[in-house]
């Protein structure tokens, strides 16, 4: 049976701790791995004292069942911590709180905060109230009698007032009993004002205290920080030197001025979705998310992305590697465009990006970016999509059929792995004779991003570009668009078979931009004359 509660952690960083360095470990390190367990934390919030006193920082994560916190699952997080957090959790006074849930009493316009965007959360106020009773048979009941009979249904009248839950001492925790109180307020509330005060001035509350309350001890915090599973922090990464850098099996930082997150979250079904965040450090900075061709990992987007950081210092990057890339979830299933979309999506939501500035997408990662625009208009400003087909065909799909059995064979010699061979030709098929030619590095490095991806993965990876046709939803199109393509993708068919469907998109149709000298892969080809294209959009 689930014993709901919540983990209520109280921070005070010692002196000699920086800011900057305590922020960026709890908000890239300690919090997202908790968020990595939704079956014990269903969210994590981070509050900052408003009542001048200390301890300022309060971490408070609500936990399905508190029997989860004396599982391994849970223990092994402190048995194991890195070295980065054990020499700054050494730095900080900590005081962790076990409390069970009692009851919840919530405005009909209340929405959890981890549910809100960034800027409709935070400056949430939230107020703290633990009292301790006298050793007299019937206090707590007595207390619990009035708090929900009089004292909450008067705070419901408070305006601002959105939610109010009561805890008491887990028994986990042990030791005294403490009756808590959570309050919470919209940023602009009526804390203080005559309907508060009248909450405060009953006979009913001057007999409960008089009678039965020891101590009370009131906080006021404001809300400043919501975790997701996905470490997003580079404003205090950027602020940090050198030897702040981060490793573990999971997650690599890169600090100071040009700060870089690697990391990953897991999506719905288990599979696990690498990413990288870079560029503009403000967190509320517009986002532009990069989607990959099938075969390829993100750094496909190196040599683009190094041009945008410097022409558009505006904006926050995104990159991940898409499903099929790496090992998908057992048992594995075909992908589809609609999965692939739900992928973004998922990552979106992990790190609490509400809306994408700009998502750019290559091949399957073209039509993923086209889907996407389709089904999650709200979360798009504008997409480009390049070198991609709104409709599979039968020869296309017996084609992706052909190369599935190449990739599980053996390669040319007999020795190696198919995908050695798959590698070769898929990157002579999809490069213009220029680069071939001219770019040997270009190339090269092609093969061997090609060479490494996961064999099954591609297998069910490539099936979304099996049976799918967006030629008429395309025309309910709602998001502008982009579309971009080498003049050499297919011996120059692709640039045909794009001019005859960008004028399906939406009301006014999509610009389509042909990029000279390049193939299926122009931004990695010729990444100056891809951004040259499309700087004006974007």
């Not at 919030?45 to 069942?65: C, K, N």
């Not at 981890?114 to 935070?122: K, P, S, V």
Request: with cysteine.
């Amino acid at each position: 049976m689930a014993d709901p509660g919540m983990l209520y952690v109280t921070m005070q960083p010692q002196p000699g701790l920086s800011l900057d360095q305590f922020h960026e470990w709890y908000n890239n390190e300690h919090g997202p791995t908790r968020l990595r367990l939704p079956q014990i934390f269903s969210n994590g919030l981070r509050y900052r004292a408003t009542d001048g006193l200390e301890p300022i920082f309060l971490a408070a994560y609500d936990v399905t069942s508190m029997s989860h916190l004396e599982t391994p699952t849970y223990t092994s997080l402190r048995a194991n911590r890195s070295d980065r957090e054990a020499g700054t959790i050494g730095q900080v006074d900590v005081r962790r709180y076990f409390f069970d849930h009692v009851s919840t009493l919530a405005s009909p316009n209340f929405v959890p905060p981890e549910q809100l965007t960034d800027d409709e959360a935070e400056g949430r106020v939230l107020v703290y109230v633990a009292v301790t009773l006298k050793d007299i048979a019937g206090a707590e009941e007595a207390v619990a009698k009035w708090y929900e009979e009089e004292h909450i249904p008067m705070l419901s009248k408070v305006p601002g007032w959105l939610r109010t839950r009561r805890l008491r001492t887990s028994k986990l925790d042990g030791g005294r009993l403490e009756m808590v109180s959570l309050h919470e307020y919209t940023k602009v509330n009526g804390l203080g004002g005559p309907e508060h005060k009248a909450s405060m001035d009953t006979p009913w509350r001057t007999e409960v205290f008089d009678k039965y309350i020891a101590d009370k001890a009131r906080r006021t915090y404001e809300l400043f920080y919501v975790f997701g599973p996905g470490p997003r922090d580079l404003s205090s990464l950027s602020r940090l030197p050198p030897a702040a850098a981060f490793q573990d099996a999971t997650t690599t930082t890169v600090p100071g001025p040009d700060s870089v997150i690697s990391s990953y979250v897991t999506g719905p079904d288990g599979l696990r979705i690498p990413y990288r965040l870079e560029g503009n450090k403000d967190p509320k900075a517009p986002t532009v998310a990069f989607c990959n061709s099938l075969l390829t990992s993100l750094h496909m987007w190196d040599a683009l992305v190094g041009i945008l950081k410097v022409a558009r210092p505006d904006l926050r990057i995104l990159r991940y590697d898409t499903r099929g890339r790496h090992s998908i979830p057992s048992p594995p299933v075909p992908a589809t465009l609609d999965l692939v979309s739900d992928d973004l999506a998922s990552l979106l939501s992990a790190l609490r990006i509400p809306r994408l500035h700009t998502l750019i997408g290559v091949s399957m990662g073209g039509a993923t970016t086209l889907k996407f625009a389709l089904k999650y208009p709200s979360k798009l400003g504008k997409f480009i999509a390049c070198d991609f087909n709104v409709a599979s065909s039968d020869a296309n799909t017996a084609a992706w059929k052909d190369r599935i059995a190449v990739a599980e064979g053996v390669d040319e010699d007999g020795t190696g792995p198919g995908i050695n061979k798959l590698a070769k030709v898929t990157v002579e098929r999809w490069f213009h004779p220029h680069t071939l030619a001219e770019k040997k590095d270009v190339s090269q490095a092609m093969v061997d991003m090609v060479a490494a991806n996961d064999v099954e993965g591609f297998r069910y990876g490539c099936q979304a570009l099996w049976n799918y046709n967006m030629r008429e939803e395309m025309k309910t199109a709602a998001v502008p668009g982009l579309f971009v393509v080498g003049d050499g993708d297919g011996k120059g068919a692709l640039v045909k078979a794009m001019e005859s469907f960008k004028d399906l998109l939406g009301e006014k149709g999509a610009e389509l931009k042909v990029v000279p000298q390049a193939g299926h892969l122009p931004m990695n080809e010729s990444p100056q004359d891809f951004w040259d294209a499309i700087k004006d959009f974007l």
